[in-house]
């Protein structure tokens, strides 16, 4: 079963992905203010380093709990050609 996938900054190509902020912007238009008035990452996206580059995790459960997030994300990884790892095991999760 997949628990979730892992975009990295890089392209299928192997070329580094620019903008470099792209894992902000994407989790940040995800985000939301909390009561507190702080930024609140959306459930199942969470911006992520996994050897020193910024990632983006993605839990499975995004693409029954809002399925327009898990639409965005999945073409903004499919149109910009960047690696996606899927995560079979919860623990795998960064």
């Known amino acids: 079963m997949i628990?979730?996938?892992?975009i990295?900054?890089?392209?299928?190509d192997g070329r580094k992905f620019r903008p470099s902020d792209w894992?902000?912007?994407l989790s940040t238009a995800l985000a939301s203010f909390g009561p507190d008035h702080?930024?609140?990452y959306a459930d199942g996206v969470q911006p992520c380093f996994?050897?020193?580059?910024?990632c983006l995790r993605v839990e499975g459960?995004?693409?029954?709990e809002n399925p327009a997030a898990y639409q965005y994300v999945c073409d903004f990884a499919?149109?910009?050609?960047?690696?996606?790892?899927?995560?079979?095991?919860e623990a795998e999760l960064p």
């Open 50 to 54: 996994i050897d020193g580059q910024k």
């Open 23 to 25: 894992v902000e912007r």
């Open 61 to 64: 459960s995004l693409a029954e």
């Open 78 to 89: 499919r149109s910009n050609r960047l690696r996606v790892t899927e995560v079979n095991d």
């Open 38 to 40: 702080r930024l609140r």
């Open 3 to 6: 628990t979730g996938w892992i």
């Open 8 to 12: 990295e900054g890089i392209m299928e």
